[in-house]
């Protein structure tokens, strides 16, 4: 089936140093999602993204996060700076459509920061 | 607040034998309700979703999932369980509100013994 590709699988980088998350989504899919998920806790939303603007976020999406997709090419989440709680597993989704669609998942990027 | 549990953190059945992982959910609208499966080193797969209709959905491999308002459940069942069903489960709920976000489960991890 489809797939979402994500890169890297693994980043370890000093805690205010910026970070760069890259998700390759399916090809024809329209909307894009990062959610985060902390260890032994629940996954959890972040941002959903849709023709070149931020449609929804959560209060975990700090000041420092933003995202984007310049020309088609990996949705990107950024973190800048970087802090400790920010180490996490993030997990890239992507969309056909929009409410209620079936969102398919990358395998995610383990994230540490020290 | 929109929540989803699932209380059963491990659940460990034999092979052949029938399966069911428990999910709740807290919505006070009308739900849309899925399954997803992780297996290792591999993004989320939806296993089945419920749109308001027929309680009971079927979704792949022979899992299907019933759906009940009065107890606010959304348990997943398969009759025959199979050593490759080895994964983590997430119940998720998607809000009815306009919104695109998931809302997780904290997985249920499924071992299955020989």
């Given at each position: 089936g489809p797939k979402v590709l994500q890169i890297p699988s693994h980043q370890i980088i000093d805690m205010g140093q910026m970070v760069t998350l890259n998700c390759d989504p399916v090809s024809n899919h329209l909307y894009f999602y990062w959610y985060k998920q902390i260890l032994g806790q629940q996954m959890e939303f972040l941002v959903n993204f849709y023709n070149g603007k931020v449609m929804e976020k959560s209060k975990l999406f700090k000041d420092q996060f933003s995202v984007e997709r310049p020309d088609g090419s990996y949705f990107t989440l950024k973190i800048?700076?970087?802090?400790?709680?920010?180490s996490a597993v993030y997990f890239c989704a992507s969309s056909l459509v929009d409410i209620y669609a079936e969102q398919f998942f990358g395998p995610g990027t383990r994230l540490t920061v020290l | 607040a929109q929540s989803v549990t699932q209380p059963d953190a491990r659940v460990t059945v034999s092979e052949g034998a029938s399966l069911q992982l428990r999910c709740k959910y807290s919505y006070f609208g009308t739900p849309y309700l899925f399954w997803y499966v992780q297996y290792p080193r591999q993004g989320l797969q939806l296993l089945l979703k419920y749109y308001p209709g027929d309680p009971v959905v079927q979704g792949v491999n022979g899992f299907e999932a019933e759906f009940s308002k009065s107890n606010s459940s959304f348990h997943l069942r398969k009759a025959s369980v199979h050593w490759s069903d080895w994964a983590v489960y997430f119940c998720a709920v998607s809000m009815t509100?306009?919104?695109w976000q998931l809302i997780f489960g904290s997985g249920t991890q499924l071992t299955v013994m020989p």
């Open positions: 800048q700076p970087t802090a400790l709680e920010d | 509100s306009g919104s």
